[in-house]
């Protein structure tokens, strides 16, 4: 079993930051990628950015330059730093894992329940 938990979302003022967190736990032999993703309501469901194992990184083009993602090896956790928030940034996110159970298993990917991030005045 491998459960991911996001936290840190709520309610800020445009202009405004927040930090989420992604913890992930259970049976885990190995993390490679994880993520963010989004969802605003009537919208597809958008990749926000990703990072590998060895720290590279990936964004969307809305969000480069604003958003951050970190991880913590040691602590099976991600990061998401987001600066200068805009209300179209206001959306469910959702944390994303590529994880190896064990050393003969094959790579599955794993989605944490969302955590909401409202941007408003």
Do not use: H
């Not at 194992?53 to 990936?58: A, D, L, V």
């Not at 959306?91 to 159970?101: D, G, K, P, S």
């Amino acid at each position: 079993q491998v459960q991911l938990v996001e936290s840190g979302g709520g309610l800020v003022q445009p202009g405004g930051s927040l930090r989420l967190s992604c913890a992930v736990s259970g049976s885990i032999f190995n993390i490679v990628d994880m993520g963010w993703y989004r969802q605003s309501p009537g919208k597809q469901r958008e990749l926000v950015g990703s990072i590998t194992i060895s720290g590279r990184t990936n964004y969307a083009d809305s969000v480069k330059g604003r958003f951050t993602i970190s991880r913590d090896n040691a602590k099976n956790t991600a990061y998401l730093q987001m600066n200068s928030l805009k209300p179209e940034d206001t959306a469910v996110y959702y944390c994303n894992a590529n994880v190896q159970r064990q050393f003969y298993s094959p790579f599955q990917n794993y989605f944490g329940q969302g955590t909401q991030v409202t941007v408003s005045s």
